[in-house]
């Protein structure tokens, strides 16, 4: 028999042992393949083609793909080395040589990887047109596109898939020459046995756990200052940390503890869930903190640009709460307003008369909390006419409008330190008092200036008395709404000529249409990436599962030939399957929850409703798997006894 | 010792065969065994490799269900049973030691012997106390809360023995379970098997190989060709002159290991 004869025939032999791998295999392709195909297509190149952000947005994914697929490629390959290993011994004792069952092992995993490469491709090209309608759904064009089956795509994934196949066969090369005989065919029994923890250690770094998690979730809440980049990591390395204890200790310590009080009288729930985990909880850990932490990564990257995505509109009105504002630029205004009674669209203009002003706000104490900076004095009065909801504040009081003091990491929320000081003039001579703050914006947020709400009247005699003052300006803002949304499409078209290429003077339906095509890549990508990730990890739970119920195939047996039906032991497995898939799921949305509250500040709108639903999403699928591995094992334990 | 007339029967097997592989291909493993095990007895199965021991076994023991015949243990027809019946009745009545003991790696002795109890409405105290016991009757005790891989293969037979007993069964059922043991573990597992029967009237059947260790039974049936060739009772004798007997009748089947066809 030739070594080819010899490998055709063990992989028909094993098919049953080889699908686990094939399918990473393949998945790992067609995915690529999808991203690939999506990252050349024609019809988003010619849309998108000139903006920067979003090649480097795709590049960036690109290589988050690969290290995903890489991690997914080689770990399903390090599970199926395992669960053969015993056949690679066997090859060593019939007297293949070392070398011989390398070269072996390498032309068959080319021969699996050139099959899965052909299906990945196939697959992939089947579903990419499905990926590329979604995306520009999400982007906002609605054109039906016929997609090409891509070359270029097609040699990036054989690239990729190369270097792939490279990788696993040395992975398998290590396996045969680093292994003795023995070892290779005890590889399947191996396990860790419980070990008493040290108490007093163990207790100690049972709670060092929890307390890292505690204190990165604490730190999480206000981490925004000088050092927020160095915060972020202690926030990340705390959490981390504070999870891989959790599960290498905490939980450990937990179960042993409980273990121990039950003296024996385990019960045969616990024997079927707590004393596997136990069993193995060393390797339990590393996986399971991966899992956990990655999960809390994809579920933070996904809720928050779904809930970006989501809250494009009305965060772009929180910033620019008129359509369109012309800063004293009457003519044009005027002009603007004609043509868009000529081309028949409703409107409503009003128009606002401010005063801008250099000042400094401090506290009752003379303590100036902030610099010299612009102020924008508005009349109330006649921003209730133009549809702002505003109170009118009494005679000589202000209270300022801002709806980004959140990122500006200041800590005057609502009413905090109120109320304060505006000081104003030459020398400081006129003041003024700051009663409140209200988080929101009553004027677009590019006109300059703190925006100050104040009675007409004493808009009006600012601009009287303050004339020669610093910073002095009296400005006249033209706002217009448009409320029909088809209307406010066409009147943008009409605007675009009143701006200078050098002004920032954006108006609601462009900036709105250009939130949505940044934030439409960026939800796509992150759910592309997030489906991936949760199908890797959900498959590396699977996998893992699938191999821990083959090896408790004996224990199944003996406990049905004991007497115990299936359903009972199906109890327990299912108490185990929770716990496997539930703590992990648990905990990640446990930091993901803290982590989105820590970014929503990037988000003006709450984010509540569309953070549940991604993370609800999530666990959706996540559930599906161990549903999954509930049935697989449910297979084994009937089938156990013959 | 044992009063064949008074006592009652646990086990009656009437006409049980068994047969393996469809039509074409059928082999007929048990032709028509009919056996009766008293309250209290001790039973050897011996024979040849291949005679059908194990399948005899494992089809009294309600884990492989017989072609043809009845099976009644504790008045009750086993092979009339539904499958989830028969579980909680082996569950309940049965107790089995296995040859390659078959503890769970998981589970601690103690675990491991209050495992068949576990299902059981028991309460702690009284479940306590068996494992006491029995822990003591088969010098374990103090592996208690050692894993199966800590300890020996005697120890872990005991163990198995411990399991097969904690739920105070019916009967118990062994198949070669001196096989993996040298021959000092297994005549002391034997002895306290003897000791068990004796003390607790504990109803037992072993399958063996070894004539030695069926010297410890109070009857000795000897299987060919899937069929009860003859039976030897201890009665009063002593060990080695029983032991001498067997190995008569076993001179006679064809040895020990050879296979007879
Ligand atoms: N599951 C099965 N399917 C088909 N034939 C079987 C099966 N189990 C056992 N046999 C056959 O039944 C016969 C009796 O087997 P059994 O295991 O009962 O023998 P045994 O007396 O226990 O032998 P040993 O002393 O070697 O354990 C053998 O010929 C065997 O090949
Ligand atoms: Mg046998």
Redesign the pocket.
């Known amino acids: 028999m030739t070594l080819f004869e010899l490998v055709i025939r063990s992989i028909r032999k094993n098919i049953k042992h080889y699908y686990l791998y094939f399918f990473a295999l393949i998945f790992s392709m067609s995915l690529y393949f999808v991203f690939a195909t999506l990252q050349h297509d024609s019809s988003i190149v010619e849309r998108m083609g000139a903006d920067v952000n979003f090649a480097t947005s795709f590049r960036v994914a690109g290589i988050l793909l690969l290290v995903i697929v890489a991690i997914f490629t080689i770990y399903a390959n390090s599970i199926f080395l395992k669960r053969r290993s015993k056949e690679i011994g066997l090859y060593q004792l019939i007297g293949l040589s070392k070398l011989g069952v390398a070269r072996f092992l390498i032309i068959e995993n080319m021969l699996l990887g050139l099959g899965a490469l052909l299906l990945g491709i196939g697959c992939g090209a089947l579903v990419s047109r499905l990926f590329l309608l979604i995306l520009m759904k999400l982007l906002g064009f609605d054109v039906i596109v016929g997609i090409a089956f891509s070359a270029a795509a097609a040699v990036q994934t054989v690239i990729v898939f190369a270097a792939l196949i490279i990788f696993t066969s040395i992975q398998m090369t290590l396996t045969v020459y680093r292994n003795t005989l023995l070892e290779l065919f005890n590889a399947e029994r191996q396990g860790d046995h419980p070990k008493k923890p040290k108490t007093v250690v163990a207790a100690f770094l049972a709670l060092l756990g929890i307390a890292l998690i505690i204190y990165g979730y604490d730190l999480s809440g206000h981490m925004v200052n000088d050092m927020l980049f160095f915060n972020m990591l202690l926030v990340l390395l705390s959490t981390i940390l504070g999870t891989y204890l959790l599960f290498r200790v905490t939980i450990g310590w937990l179960f042993y503890q409980f273990r121990k009080r039950k003296n024996g009288h385990l019960g045969l729930l616990n024997s079927l869930s707590l004393a596997p985990l136990m069993h193995r909880m060393k390797a339990n850990a590393n996986s399971l903190t991966l899992i956990t932490v990655l999960s809390a990564m994809t579920l933070t990257m996904v809720a928050l640009a779904y809930s970006l995505y989501f809250s494009a509109e009305s965060d772009t009105r929180i910033s620019l709460p008129y359509d369109f504002v012309f800063e004293n630029k009457e003519k044009d205004a005027k002009s603007f307003g004609a043509e868009l009674e000529k081309a028949g669209i409703r409107f409503d203009h009003q128009p606002v008369d401010a005063v801008r002003l250099k000042g400094t706000i401090r506290d009752l104490q003379g303590k100036p909390e902030e610099s010299t900076q612009g102020m924008l004095f508005l009349p109330a009065e006649q921003l209730q006419k133009a549809g702002m909801k505003v109170k009118v504040p009494p005679k000589g009081e202000a209270v300022l409008y801002d709806a980004r003091v959140n990122l500006e990491g200041r800590t005057d929320k609502e009413g905090m330190g109120f109320p304060k000081e505006i000081v104003l003039g030459k020398r400081g001579e006129t003041k003024m008092r700051l009663t409140n703050l209200v988080v929101q914006y009553v004027m677009n947020f590019n006109v300059y200036g703190a925006q100050l709400v104040t009675s007409e009247n004493t808009v009006l005699e600012l601009a009287n008395n303050m004339p020669g003052s610093p910073g002095y300006e009296k400005v006249r803002l033209d706002t217009y709404q448009v409320p029909g949304k088809a209307e406010r499409a066409k009147a943008s078209a009409l605007y675009a000529k009143y701006v200078s290429k050098d002004d920032f003077e954006p108006d609601f339906h462009t900036q709105y249409e250009g939130a949505l095509h940044s934030l439409g890549l960026l939800m796509f990508i992150s759910a592309f990436l997030g489906l991936v990730f949760l199908i890797s990890t959900g498959s590396i739970l699977y996998f893992k599962q699938m191999t821990e119920a083959e090896q408790e195939k004996r224990s199944f047996k003996t406990l049905r030939q004991l007497g115990f039906d299936v359903k009972d032991i199906m109890r327990g497995i299912v108490r185990k399957q929770l716990f496997v898939f539930a703590i992990p799921l648990l905990i990640g949305i446990l930091h993901s929850i803290f982590a989105v509250k820590a970014a929503s500040i990037l988000v003006l709108s709450d984010i509540t409703v569309p953070s549940v639903i991604a993370m609800a999403m999530y666990a959706l699928i996540y559930f599906v798997f161990a549903v999954l591995t509930i049935g697989y094992y449910r297979k084994i334990v009937k089938n156990a006894m013959s | 010792m044992n009063d064949i007339n008074s006592q009652k029967t646990v086990l009656h097997a009437q006409n049980v065969r068994k047969t393996?592989?469809s039509k074409g291909s059928a082999?007929q493993?048990l032709k028509g065994i009919d056996l009766r095990v008293l309250e209290g007895e001790f039973v050897g199965i011996m024979?040849?490799?291949?005679?059908?021991?194990?399948?005899?076994l494992n089809v009294l023991a309600t884990i492989d269900r017989a072609t043809e015949g009845t099976i009644r243990i504790d008045d009750a027809d086993v092979s009339k049973m539904k499958d989830a019946e028969l579980s909680a009745f082996r569950r309940q009545k049965l107790g089995f030691i296995f040859q390659d003991y078959n503890l769970l790696d998981t589970l601690t002795v103690k675990e491991n012997i209050l495992l068949p109890i576990s299902l059981s409405k028991m309460d702690k105290r009284m479940a306590e106390e068996e494992f006491n016991i029995i822990a003591d009757i088969l010098g374990i005790k103090e592996l208690a809360h050692k894993y199966p891989h800590e300890i020996s293969g005697g120890q872990k037979q005991r163990t198995s023995a411990g399991r097969a007993l904690i739920h105070r069964p019916s009967m118990v059922f062994a198949d070669?379970p001196t096989g993996a043991l040298d021959s000092k573990s297994a005549s002391s597992l034997l002895g306290t098997m003897e000791d068990l029967n004796r003390k607790r009237d504990v109803t037992i059947v072993m399958?063996t190989?070894d004539p030695v260790a069926s010297s410890y039974c109070s009857r000795v049936v000897f299987?060919k060709d899937g069929q009860i060739y003859s039976e030897l009772y201890r009665g009063d004798k002593t060990r080695p002159s029983f032991f001498k007997e067997i190995m008569d009748v076993q001179a006679v089947l064809g040895g020990d290991n050879v296979d007879v066809i």
């Open positions: 393996y592989g082999q493993v024979g040849p490799s291949g005679s059908g021991k194990t399948t005899l070669e399958v190989h299987l």
